[in-house]
Structures are given as structure tokens and as C-alpha cells.
């Protein structure tokens, strides 16, 4: 096998992605997702060792820099909104669509928890991309939702550690070191990028990966998911990567350019079209359970906290997105035996159709005014936040 080749032929695949990513003005990770389906059916497109470890660390890098993105004084100044909006996205998405894949379809008890946990996410990915082009990054409202997007998608990283992990020595080992490294890298990472910053070299970067790597290796001895780790260093270096948009800059070029096109190409290699004809009711349904399952945990919350009906709307639509996790959990139980390729399909496809159509409708119906809103340091951020959203409304 010609390494050469088969590296040209997955990069290209990529730059097509891209194009038409650009063409169509929709999420990269969508095209990328679209063209590996084509490729896995049409050219038959198949994953070696090497790219299955460069696949492999482009969804741990990117789950670090989702949880890179998150700004920890936005998170504690929305604290509650976050946590409540955030935990009961996780928690009846997940229960519905267990019980929908378990009772209703009777897949086995782990491909049903596999599809509990991959259609109970949101997509950090697309949620920030629309904040960002939309400038609702700035407002109380967007940044709201960034937090909630994290908690939600914090509470299906853990579960898809937790009920899938081994639980042996390894694993308290894995939980043990974790919460050492967790805790000991802000401290030393502070120290260490100011003494080390701005070489070419890029030691900051480096050492990153060395973490992750570490990490990454325990979970896969405690026969847990490498992401968990990474979306929690991810969180705890969020305010040094926040304070250094050079090297965040850096690092997502890394990601999107080299490693995740691998990962979003492969997850889209192993869709097949014949599994998708088979099962168009089973997609059908199980989407109306996600988007079912948002809306009534997610409204009745936004709406208790006085967002107003607008920014509600627009909040619960963009909670019921889903990508980029949904397509880990899917792809994390499809390379460990627990769903077969058919409802590799069927969750892959729900994942897909979760990050367009709801996204399309908050944006054309129901996306808020843009009103920048200067924050003030301290305790009278928190205090301000629900009168801002009302406001906003």
C-alpha cells in the first residue's frame, strides 16, 4: 500500500469538503461528514491504522478545544441558568431516546445507551459558529447558551465514560490521575507559557498534547473514552487560552486543517446508504424523540428564567443541535462492537439532522437583536444576567 496515495486521497477528500463548505456556508464538519459518506459508498473508502490514530486524535483535540472555548467567568456569572438549561438537555434526551431505541425499536441494552447518550448532545461546534457569525458571542443571551452547551455535553462525555468504563484498578488509577493532573495543570501551565512563550518551537502546544496523550492512554487501559480528559483540560486552561488568542489560534489550525478532517471523514465513511433506505422510519422517529425531548426539557426552563419568548425559542432550538458528540458517541460504540454498522447509520444521520434543521429555523425565526452589553467584573455580572436576557427579549 502506497501511504502516499492513500494520505493524498483522504487530504483531498478534505479540500473537497472545504470548498464546498464555503460554497454552502454550513459547518465544515458537515461537508466532511457528507463527503466521507459518499466516498465510504462510492469509492469505498476505508480507514488504516495510522488514520484511524490521526481520526482518533482529532476528536480528543477537538474536545479539548471545545472545552478551551468556554469562558469560566461567563460560566460562574450564568451558573444557574447553565447548570439547569445544561443538565436537563443531558438528562431527558437521554432517558427518551434510551427508551425509544430500547423498548420501542429493541436494540440490545448498549446500543440503546449509546443512542441515549449520542442524541442527548449539543453541538459546541455549531452553536459557537453561529454565535460568532451572528455576534450573539457578545450578549448575555449567547453566552448563556455557550455555557449550557458546555454542561450538557460535560454530562455525556461522563456518561459515556462512566457506563462504558472497566471498572478495575485501571480505572481508579485513570480517576486518580486525572483529578491530580486537573487540578495541578492550571498552576503549572500559567507558570510554565509565560516562561516558555512566543519560541517557534511552539512548547506550549506541546506540551498540551503531552497531557492529553497521557490521559488519553489511561482511558484507553480503563477502557474508557480518551475525550473525557481532554474536554476537562480543556475547561480548567480555558482562561490562559482565553488571554492568548495567538496560540488558540494555533491550535485550532492544527485541528481543522490536519486531524479532525479525519475523524469527520471516517465518521461519514461508515454510513451506509442501504442501511439508510432500511431504516428512514427509525431516523424519523428518533429524530421527533430528540427534538421532542429538547423542547420540553430546555422551554419550560428558559421560560422560567425569564429569557422571554423570542430568546427561549431560539434557546431551545440551538440546545437541540447535535455534531460533533453525537458522532463520537456513535462512532465510540460502532469501533467497540456495541451498535452495528445499520445503527451506526441510523444515530449518525439523527446527528446530522439535529445540526441543520433546528439550527435553520432559530436562525431564520427566531434569532435575537445583537446588543453588545458591557460586563462589569465582580458579583454585579451575575446579578445582572436574567435583567439583561429580559431585556434582550
Sequence with gaps: MNIWLVASLWVGLALVAAMFSIRLGVSVALTEIGVGVLAGNFLHLAPNDWINFLASFGSVLLTFLAGAEIDPVVLRANLKESLTIGFIAF?????????????VFHWDLHAAEIAGIALSTTSVAVVYAVMIESGLNETEIGKVILSACF????????????????????????VVVTALVVWLVPRFAKWYF?????RVSE??????????????????????????PAYLIGLVLAGLFLHNQVLMHRM????????????????????????????VFIIAALFFVKMATKIAGVLPCALGFDFGRRNAAYTTLLMATGLTFGTISALFGLTHGY???????????????????????????FR??????????GPSVAASSVQDLRREA
Design 368 to 377: 435575537p437583536e445583537r446588543r453588545k452589553k458591557p460586563r462589569l467584573p
Design 339 to 365: 451498535i452495528n454498522q445499520s445503527q451506526y447509520t441510523v444515530l449518525v444521520t439523527v446527528v446530522i439532522l439535529s445540526a441543520v434543521v433546528p439550527t435553520l429555523i432559530a436562525e431564520r425565526y
Design 203 to 228: 512548547p506550549e502546544i506541546k506540551f498540551v498534547l503531552f497531557v492529553l496523550f497521557i490521559l488519553g492512554g489511561l482511558a484507553a487501559l480503563a477502557q474508557s473514552e480518551a475525550v473525557l
Design 151 to 174: 454542561v450538557n455535553d460535560l454530562g455525556t462525555v461522563v456518561a459515556l465514560g462512566l457506563i462504558f468504563a472497566n471498572y478495575n484498578r485501571w480505572l481508579l488509577l485513570f
Design 91 to 103: 438528562l431527558i434526551p437521554v432517558v427518551g431516546a434510551f427508551s425509544a431505541a430500547y423498548w
Design 252 to 279: 485550532r489550525a492544527i485541528a481543522f486543517s490536519v486531524l479532525t478532517p479525519f475523524y469527520f471523514l471516517k465518521a461519514g465513511s461508515f454510513v451506509s446508504f442501504k442501511a439508510l433506505l432500511a431504516g
Design 194 to 198: 509565560a516562561k516558555v512563550g512566543n
